[in-house]
């Protein structure tokens, strides 16, 4: 069974930075990609950032490009999303999620083609 677990997420000002990271047991991430998604109230659900495990390649949407990087650490099984230059409109829920087969990162932030999905962590970005 796959078990993904989000945690980092908090309050933050308005140009300030955190850290998610992505903890996954039951996978492994050199056999597939992970990817950050996120969700405001009352909009749908858009791809932050995904990475493949076996060349980690990246994708990053327009929205966070410049300001967010993905990184992974497959030793640990754990995918990381630093956040810089925070703003509001960032806040959200923040999901991370697998994807065994195709695992294209694009497609994968695009599509919204995902495995498994966790349990989200909360980001705020207000002053």
């Known amino acids: 069974q796959v078990q993904v677990a989000e945690s980092g997420g908090g309050v933050v000002q308005p140009g300030g930075s955190l850290r998610l990271s992505c903890a996954v047991s039951g996978f492994t991430l050199e056999n597939g990609a992970i990817g950050w998604f996120r969700q405001a109230p009352g909009k749908e659900r858009e791809g932050v950032s995904c990475?493949?495990?076996?060349?980690?390649?990246?994708y990053i949407a327009d929205s966070a490009k410049g300001r967010f990087t993905i990184s992974s650490d497959n030793a640990k099984n754990t995918v990381y999303l630093q956040m810089n230059s925070l703003k509001p409109e960032d806040t959200a829920v923040y999901y991370c999620?697998?994807?065994?087969?195709?695992?294209?990162?694009?497609?994968?932030?695009?599509?919204?083609?995902?495995?498994?999905w966790g349990q989200g962590t909360q980001v705020t970005v207000s002053s």
């Open positions: 999620a697998t994807r065994e087969l195709n695992p294209d990162p694009r497609s994968m932030c695009i599509t919204r083609w995902v495995d498994y």
């Open positions: 990475i493949s495990g076996s060349d980690r390649v990246t």
